[in-house]
C-alpha cells in the first residue's frame, strides 16, 4: 500500500487516465468527429475527485482494484458529460474548462450535445459489461445507484432547481438541497459504488459510510464557492467570478466568505466523525476528504 | 391472447403509456419544470413502434408481461430522448413533433437538454431496478445490449455520421451504415431485450431473431424516408419534407421513390424468411412488421 497521499493519488489519476484511454472509442473510429470530441472532454485533465474517492472507498472494503477502476471510469463519465453539457450556450455559455476551449467551443454544439449523450451511455456501458461483484443482483443494484444520482431526482434534478432559481434568493435550505442533488449525488455514488465492489462491510456500515459521503459532497460544494468567488480565471482553469456574474446563489452569497469556510470546516469534521468507527482503514478517504477541503484549485 | 392486431396494440400502447404514467416523477415533484417536460416528451403520443416490437418478441419467447413492460418503456425512453435533443436548434432545430411543439419551444432550451439527458438515465434506471430475468447476469446483458444500441457506436453515433454529412452525396452502403446506427440498433434492441425476459430462445434463435431485427430496423428507416418524401405535415405530425430541405441523403434522394418502395418490400421479405423457423409463435412479430411496412405516418 502507497502511504504517502501524493503518490498514491497520482498512481490512481494515471490509471483511471489509462482505462479510459483505452475504453473510449479511437478518434480514427468513425463517426470521428464524435469520438474526437468523447476524447478531448474525458481525457488528459480533472481532478479525478470522484475517482480517488471511489478508490478510497474501494480501498476500505479491501476491493479488487481493477474492479473499482471500473465504477471509478464510469462515475467520472458522467461527471465528464455533465460538465459538456452544462458549459453549452443554453446553459451556462462557458467557453473555458479545464484550462481549455469548452467542448462546444472546440467542436460545435450538435457535436457537444452527442459527446455528452454518448458519455452518459457509456457511464452505464461499463457498469454493465464485466464483473464488479460476485453477486450480479449488487452490481444491478450499482447501476440503479449511479442512475438514480444522475437523473432527474439527482445531478440533474440539482441542475434544473439550479436553473430555476437564477436570480432568486435562496435560503440555506434551498441552496442545500440544490447542492446534495447537483454535486452530491454523484459523489456519495462514487463512494458508494468503489465500496460496493466487495462485500466486506454490512448494511449498517454501508449506512454510515454514506453518511459520510454526503458530509463531504457538501463540503466540496462549498469549498467550490469560496474557489470561485477567491481565485482567478488561471487559477481555477474555468471562468472565474460566473457565479457572482450570472447572480447565482451561493454559500459564499448567502453567508458571506468567512462563515461558508467555516461551514467547509465543520463538514469535514462531521465527515471525519462518521469514519471514526472504521479506524486506520479509513486513512485514504480522511486523506482525500483533506484534499478536498484544502485545494486551491 | 389477442388475436386482432389493432387490439392486441391498443392493449399494448394503453400499457407502456399506464407504465411510463406511474413511473415518471409527478408534475408537481421538484423540479416541477424538468419533470413536466420529461412527462410532456413521453406521454401521449407516439405510435410505440419500439415497446410494440419489444412486446411481439416477448409473446415468442413466452415472456412475463410485466417485465416485457419494462424493458419496451426503457427502449421507448431512450427513443424519447433522442427525439427531444434531435429537435433542438443546433441539431434538426424542429418546431413541431406528434402534432405539439417541440419540448425546447414548449419549454426552453435548457431544461429541453435536462430532459433528454434525464430520460436517458431513467431508462437505465428502469432496467436495473426489478428483477428482468431469472438470471442477473442475463440483466446485466440486457443494460449492456440498450447502452451499446444507444451510444456513440450505436443510435448517438449514427446521429452524428448524419451531422457529419449533410449536403454531401451519400453511397447507398454508407446510407445503410448511417441507419443502422441511427435508427436499426435501438429497434434491434427492442426485439431483443423483449426476448430476453425469458430463457427459452437458444442461441441460434436469438441470432435469427436478430437478423430478423436488423431486417425490420431498415425498413422501418427507408418506409419514413418515403412517408417524409410524400406526407404532408398533418398527416405526419411532424414537419414533412425536412429531409429535403435540409439536404439530408434519404433512401428517396439516393434511389429515388419507387426503389425505394421496393426496398422496403424486399426487406419485408428478408425478415418474414427469419421469422419462417419459428412458426406461428411469431405471427405477431409478423403484424407489427406489416405495420411498420403499411402506416401512413
Redesign the interface.
Known amino acids: 500500500m502507497i502511504t504517502d497521499f501524493q503518490s498514491w493519488a497520482s498512481q490512481r489519476q494515471a490509471a483511471i487516465e489509462q482505462f479510459l484511454e483505452a475504453r473510449l472509442?479511437g478518434a480514427d473510429c468513425?463517426?470521428v468527429?464524435?469520438?474526437q470530441a468523447?476524447r478531448y472532454s474525458v481525457l488528459g485533465g480533472g481532478k479525478r475527485v470522484r475517482p480517488l474517492l471511489a478508490f478510497a472507498a474501494g480501498e476500505l472494503s479491501r476491493a479488487d482494484d481493477e474492479r473499482v477502476t471500473i465504477v471509478a471510469a464510469a462515475v467520472e463519465l458522467i461527471h465528464a458529460?455533465s460538465l459538456v453539457?452544462d458549459d453549452?450556450p443554453?446553459?451556462d455559455n462557458d467557453v473555458l474548462r479545464r484550462g481549455k476551449p469548452t467542448c462546444h467551443v472546440e467542436f460545435?454544439?450538435?457535436?457537444a450535445?452527442?459527446t455528452?449523450?454518448?458519455l452518459?451511455?457509456?457511464a452505464?456501458?461499463l457498469?454493465?459489461?464485466r464483473q464488479l461483484s460476485d453477486?450480479?443482483?449488487t452490481?444491478?443494484?450499482m447501476?440503479?445507484q449511479l442512475?438514480?444520482a444522475?437523473?432527474?431526482?439527482g445531478m440533474?434534478?440539482g441542475?434544473?432547481?439550479d436553473?430555476?432559481n437564477v436570480g432568486k434568493t435562496l435560503s440555506l435550505p434551498e441552496l442545500e438541497?440544490m447542492h446534495i442533488h447537483k454535486t452530491g449525488a454523484l459523489i456519495r455514488a462514487a463512494v458508494m459504488l468503489g465500496a460496493y465492489c466487495s462485500d466486506v462491510l454490512d448494511t449498517a456500515q454501508l449506512e454510515t459510510l454514506d453518511h459520510f459521503a454526503k458530509c463531504v459532497g457538501l463540503a466540496f460544494q462549498v469549498v467550490d464557492d469560496v474557489l470561485d468567488a477567491e481565485a482567478s480565471t488561471a487559477t481555477l482553469g474555468k471562468t472565474a467570478g460566473k457565479d457572482a456574474e450570472n447572480n447565482k446563489p451561493t454559500y459564499v452569497s448567502i453567508l458571506g466568505i468567512r462563515e461558508a469556510r467555516a461551514l467547509a470546516g465543520k463538514l469535514q469534521h462531521d465527515a471525519d466523525q462518521a469514519l471514526h468507527e472504521f479506524g486506520e482503514a479509513a486513512n485514504r478517504l480522511r486523506q482525500v476528504t483533506d484534499f478536498i477541503i484544502t485545494r486551491k484549485f
Chains 1, 2 share one sequence.
Open positions: 472509442p468513425v463517426p468527429r464524435l469520438h468523447m458529460y453539457h453549452m443554453c446553459m460545435d454544439e450538435a457535436t450535445l452527442l455528452g449523450d454518448s452518459q451511455t457509456l452505464f456501458e457498469l454493465a459489461e453477486d450480479a443482483g452490481q444491478l443494484a447501476i440503479k442512475a438514480g444522475s437523473g432527474s431526482r440533474a434534478g441542475q434544473a432547481f436553473l430555476d438541497f
